[in-house]
């Protein structure tokens, strides 16, 4: 096995990896490793903005921010870690624009912003606009942008690197074990601190806005440690992904004016939520667009609605509600070039001329690996630190998205944390010592990659992926009960078994063995999976993205805490602990849109 020895090492090179590294490495030697080539990760594919209460257009503050984020997340948000994120946005805005992020304007030069679903001002209840956006390219630009800085700050990367285990001594993170794909060789990197950013898992299910590459694996090596997963059961669903892809239809489209349409031709958000509409937050549409599927108000008795961003339709609409602004093809072909462009190549449909046909679609994880506000690890429900070990971005909880996370506050979410891990990363590797490595470091992982790369049974992993794929989107979906869930669990038992002793893969070679490296990501979703449906079975109220048809009431009393879900030590059984929420200005209140 090749051997690398760096102080900080960031796994994954998305908007949070892509930070860390940035700001670890002015302090430290840090090295960044990545499955992807760094500007393929999924961040590139973010639209719609960055929320910051910059109040460039119109009046903010970031306590609205704070709050909206507290609420959105239906009360589950550390409220701590929710003020950081909104006061810290401002500066992490302007800092990206300092390193040349081109940013849309407005007329006097500062940077645009728009609407967003759950974004208000808390006076009058009214949306704000607080995203700011370079077109709808947004994470695009922010992923270049910011690799352009780590290039110039000489951060090593190690490109189409696949980490496949993390190592502990004693406790601590002391380094990862990882297959250069175009050779097959294993790679064993010692570090003295190590950031998980490898980003979410919307690949367990079937419909989703996700890239192939979203397999969890991060989340999937800390849990294998020993570590626990934190509020797994909040995934949530965007409620527009293109029909019949489930690419997603950014809510910019909404935030500019488009509504959403059933089958009956009414404009039904009026019906959920009478203030804010078609910009509630995420887990009330997704809900309110499934019980009109469900009523049977699909477009001609379909699974699918309508997203109608047509000029016409939009100014209507805007004029009823009293607005001066109108909408022409003109910028809609700018605003959204992205999703014009999408929605011709893969629906063929022209959303300047046409209504949208959509679905909710998996999209976003609010829960990962947990961490304290430094990014910093922790292992119980005590928040101990775990020396060395560190986590940003979508893999993490830190957890400032609850129960349900606000749209634009993704990508605020790896600048602000992805920044402070980098910078807490960067420091410890700096003062600690070197943790030595174990004697059978790699040892364990060279054998399992081994079995899979020869396993020769009946079942391939593209069909237990589409199983896992069908039993969590039928099961562990929009909406749960504990019969479905149960099943579920159980089902993916049983998958996780036929994972371990039926398998079967064509590829025996080592170079670029994506087979074999579909099948070890199998086993992370599987693992994921997993753990995503035990604690929802568990958790029986419905709060944000967890939404329960045998409890259909949030339940403070019971249930205003995180789970941390971790394997047992001696077998594959998951323990569920909890802890409480970090509560601040906010008490619980029932949420109104
Ligand atoms: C289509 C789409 C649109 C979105 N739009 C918005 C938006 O407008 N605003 C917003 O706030 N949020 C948006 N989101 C959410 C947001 O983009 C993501 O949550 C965020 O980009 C995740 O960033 P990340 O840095 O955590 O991970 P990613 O950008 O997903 O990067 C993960 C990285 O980890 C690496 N990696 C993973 N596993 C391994 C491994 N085993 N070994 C080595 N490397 C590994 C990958 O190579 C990659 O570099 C959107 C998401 C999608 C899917």
Not at 168 to 196: D, M, P, W, Y
Not at 293 to 303: D, P, S, T, V
Not at 443 to 462: D, M, S, T
């Amino acid at each position: 096995m090749k051997q690398h020895q760096y102080e900080a090492l960031i796994v994954g090179a998305g908007g949070a990896g892509l930070m860390a590294a940035l700001h670890a490495s002015q302090r430290a030697k840090t090295a960044v490793l990545s499955k992807l080539y760094p500007t393929r990760s999924h961040t590139g594919a973010a639209l719609g903005g960055i929320g910051a209460a910059l109040g460039n257009l119109e009046e903010d503050k970031w306590e609205w921010h704070a709050f909206d984020t507290v609420k959105g997340g239906d009360y589950l948000v550390d409220q701590d870690a929710a003020d950081i994120l909104a006061k810290e946005a401002i500066d992490a805005v302007i800092e990206l624009e300092h390193f040349g992020l081109p940013f849309d304007r407005t007329p006097e030069g500062k940077i645009s912003q728009r609407r967003f679903g759950g974004h208000t001002n808390n006076d009058t209840g009214k949306p704000v606009r607080r995203a700011c956006h370079a077109a709808d390219r947004t994470g695009h630009m922010i992923l270049q942008t910011l690799y352009q800085q780590c290039i110039k700050n000489n951060v090593a990367f190690f490109d189409e690197f696949h980490v496949v285990d993390l190592i502990l001594n004693n406790g601590k993170a002391c380094g990862v074990v990882a297959v250069q794909i175009g050779t097959g060789e294993l790679h064993l990197f010692h570090a003295k601190s190590i950031v998980f950013a490898t980003g979410g898992w919307g690949k367990c299910w079937e419909t989703t806005s996700n890239a192939h590459s979203l397999t969890g694996d991060g989340s999937a090596l800390t849990y294998r440690a020993g570590l626990p997963l934190e509020d797994m059961e909040f995934y949530q669903f965007h409620p527009t992904g293109l029909y019949p892809t489930g690419f997603l239809i950014t809510e910019g489209v909404r935030g500019e004016g488009g509504v959403l349409i059933n089958g009956k031709g009414q404009r039904f958000m009026e019906k959920y939520a009478p203030k804010i509409k078609d910009l509630a937050s995420r887990d009330v549409v997704s809900r309110a667009i499934t019980l009109e599927l469900r009523a049977g108000n699909g477009i001609n008795g379909k699974r699918y609605l309508y997203l109608d961003l047509r000029p016409e339709t939009v100014n209507r609409y805007l004029a009823e509600a009293g607005e001066s602004r109108r909408i022409d093809a003109h910028f809609i072909e700018t605003k959204l070039a992205e999703t014009c462009d999408q929605a011709r190549t893969y629906a063929g449909i022209d959303p300047v001329h046409e209504p949208m046909p959509i679905q909710p679609t998996a999209h976003y994880a609010m829960g990962g690996i947990p961490t304290n506000n430094d990014g910093q690890g922790i292992s119980d429900a005590q928040n101990t630190v775990v020396p060395g070990l560190y986590a940003a971005g979508e893999c993490a909880c830190v957890s400032v998205h609850g129960a349900n996370r606000l749209g634009t506050n993704s990508l605020v979410d790896l600048v602000v944390f992805g920044r402070r891990a980098g910078k807490h990363a960067g420091d410890y590797a700096k003062g600690a010592d070197w943790t030595p490595l174990p004697a059978d470091a790699g040892k364990h992982i060279e054998a399992e990659l081994n079995r899979l790369r020869n396993a020769n049974g009946k079942v391939k992993p593209y069909t237990l992926r589409q199983k896992m794929q069908q039993v969590m989107m039928d099961k562990v979906g929009v909406f749960r009960n504990e019969a479905d869930m149960k099943q579920a669990v159980e089902d993916l038992r049983e998958m996780k078994r036929q994972f371990k002793t039926e398998l079967g893969i064509d590829d025996r070679g080592l170079k670029f063995n994506t087979d074999m490296l579909e099948a070890w990501e199998l086993g992370a979703l599987l693992d994921v999976a997993e753990v995503t449906a035990y604690s929802a079975l568990h958790r029986t109220e419905s709060r944000g993205g967890h939404a329960r048809e045998d409890y259909e009431k949030r339940d403070d009393v019971n249930w205003l805490k995180h789970t941390l879900a971790s394997k047992s030590a001696d077998s594959d059984e998951i323990k569920l602990d909890y802890k409480p929420v970090v509560m601040g200005r906010h008490q619980p209140k029932e949420r109104v849109y």
